[in-house]
């Protein structure tokens, strides 16, 4: 009998897991990737942001879930990230999911990538469909330079005031909507960028009934005002066109329209000067001349 028996070595902290952002079906459930089916199927936990539509997607995926599911959305994300930063930390591999598309990206997930990111814990991503990017693809519009401004606000003088700063854009943009408030939304953009600029009205993107509706602001509000408009929507808006600068005196009826619509002046001000670009100092002071 061995006089010195080995003694095992004691256990220690088990080592920290990860959080997977993982995308998902936009419309067609075809376009989820293996990855994500593997991950489905394999995670400790599924963070969800409806769970009842990750029952639907992995359902007819074939998936079965052997993790934990845990809804995690906009109501209850501070609350819960410190619950799933936990887990992760003992090692568990948290995936997170949400509705469609990326998850935090207009989405729930980013409290979560936050936290992590703070915490030194590993976050990685399973890429797939976006909703922004597919619209953006099919507008037909520039897409070397492009900004994601996600839902507008839904008060007109907070709405006005946005647009107001995307007044000198000269990117493309990118704007989610949902269908019963297309028609004001495009009223807005017609109001503040005219009736020539040019834009996209993408539906049901990947899905049986997808619609691309292209042409001019005021083209695509009349149709909005004379259609039923139904589905998911992705809206996407060329950028300001380069302009000549003149006076500030030739832009001070530009600011008193933001003005007279509940802007304050010297929001108005930057925005129409960084639109037309003349000095932010000398068009205020033209205005002031003119009052």
């Not at 969800?48 to 109501?75: K, N």
């Not at 695509?220 to 039923?228: C, G, N, P, S």
Request: hydrophobic fraction near 45%; proline fraction near 6%; include cysteine.
């Amino acid at each position: 009998m061995d006089p010195n028996p080995s003694t095992p070595p004691e256990s220690g902290p088990a080592a920290p897991g990860r959080i997977v952002l993982a995308a998902t079906p936009i419309g067609n459930t075809g376009d989820a990737s293996a990855r994500l089916v593997e991950l489905l199927g394999t995670a400790d936990i599924v963070a969800a942001e409806d769970t009842r539509r990750l029952h639907r997607l992995v359902q007819s995926l074939g998936v079965t879930v052997a993790g934990r599911v845990i809804s995690y959305h906009e109501h209850n994300e501070a609350t819960k990230t410190a619950e799933l930063l936990d887990q992760v930390r003992t090692g568990s591999t948290l995936v997170m999911v949400t509705d469609a598309g990326m998850p935090s990206v207009s989405d729930p997930g980013f409290r979560l990538v936050e936290g992590a990111v703070a915490a030194g814990l590993t976050v990685t991503a399973v890429p797939g469909p976006s909703a922004v990017l597919t619209a953006l693809a099919l507008s037909g519009l520039p897409t070397d330079r492009f900004c994601f401004e996600g839902f507008l606000p839904r008060k007109s003088g907070e709405r006005a005031s946005r647009l107001a700063d995307l007044a000198g854009e000269r990117r493309t943009m990118v704007f989610f909507e949902a269908p019963h408030r297309l028609e004001a939304m495009l009223r807005a953009l017609r109001e503040r960028f005219g009736p020539e600029r040019p834009i996209a009205v993408c539906r049901e993107l990947t899905k049986t009934y997808e619609e691309v509706i292209r042409g001019s602001l005021g083209e695509l509000l009349q149709w909005a005002e004379d259609t039923e408009v139904r589905g998911e929507i992705a809206v996407v808006l060329g950028g300001a066109p380069e302009q000549a600068a003149g006076t500030p005196e030739d832009h001070v009826a530009a600011v008193n329209e933001l003005v007279a619509q509940g802007i304050r002046l010297k929001e108005a001000v930057a925005a129409v000067a960084d639109d037309v670009r003349v000095s932010k100092r000398e068009l205020y002071s033209a205005v002031l001349a003119a009052r």
